[in-house]
T-cell receptor, first 115, second 115 residues
Framework: AQSVTQLDSQVPVFEEAPVELRCNYSSSVSVYLFWYVQYPNQGLQLLLKYLSGSTLVKGINGFEAEFNKSQTSFHLRKPSVHISDTAEYFCAVIFVSGSARQLTFGSGTQLTVLP | DTGVSQNPRHKITKRGQNVTFRCDPISEHNRLYWYRQTLGQGPEFLTYFQNEAQLEKSRLLSDRFSAERPKGSFSTLEIQRTEQGDSAMYLC?????????????FGPGTRLTVT
């Protein structure tokens, strides 16, 4: 079965500390991988994507993620967080079978940056 | 490129009433997706259009839901005989995978409250 799992529902971290948000998926087909951020009462904004090529991808706002095919993971990292990074983060996957190319989302991780 | 827009942003309705939401995608994008997001969860795929054709519907889309995309431009999502369980954020997104734009760009969403 195809699924996306975000292991941590809430991650509190102090300002300027590093953070890692974890994402694992289960799939028997190729995947495209994404991280989105959602601020309260807003839509989703794309942080970064992996389609092919280098497994380390860099995104906006200093975030980066690494695709690990053997671990079926796509963890999001930032070396030093700011208060403004407080938001909900969603890992999303396109399972490349059929033509729909719809996103399957994890349940989200609420990142709270503490002063 | 003005991004994806959705109207209205908020809708409060009484149980049993019909509601209609509108989505205007990025103009160059041929694909339009609808998702539903309930509190504390990631968005879930409802349906998608390629140009004016509705090509896939998820099992979440009951018979009370109908979507259209006349002329392949804007799309509407109608819910008939609303139920309290329909209360959610309805998100629209667009993309153009045939041109390598696999990432989906989301609108701000329409928050529906059924009383």
């Amino acid at each position: 079965a195809q699924s996306v799992t975000q292991l941590d529902s809430q991650v509190p971290v102090f300002e300027e500390a590093p953070v890692e948000l974890r994402c694992n998926y289960s799939s028997s087909v190729s995947v495209y991988l994404f991280w989105y951020v959602q601020y309260p009462n807003q839509g989703l904004q794309l942080l970064l994507k992996y389609l092919s090529g280098s497994t380390l991808v860099k995104g906006i706002n200093g975030f980066e993620a690494e695709f690990n095919k053997s671990q079926t993971s796509f963890h999001l990292r930032k070396p030093s967080v700011h208060i403004s990074d407080t938001a909900e983060y969603f890992c999303a996957v396109i399972f490349v079978s059929g033509s729909a190319r719809q996103l399957t989302f994890g349940s989200g991780t609420q990142l709270t940056v503490l002063p | 490129d003005t991004g994806v827009s959705q109207n209205p942003r908020h809708k409060i309705t009484k149980r049993g009433q019909n509601v209609t939401f509108r989505c205007d995608p990025i103009s160059e994008h041929n694909r339009l997706y609808w998702y539903r997001q309930t509190l504390g969860q990631g968005p879930e795929f409802l349906t998608y259009f390629q140009n004016e054709a509705q090509l896939e519907k998820s099992r979440l889309l009951s018979d009370r839901f109908s979507a259209e995309r006349p002329k392949g431009s804007f799309s509407t999502l109608e819910i008939q005989r609303t139920e309290q369980g329909d209360s959610a954020m309805y998100l629209c997104a667009s993309s153009f995978p045939e041109l390598g734009v696999y990432e989906q760009y989301f609108g701000p969403g329409t928050r529906l409250t059924v009383t």
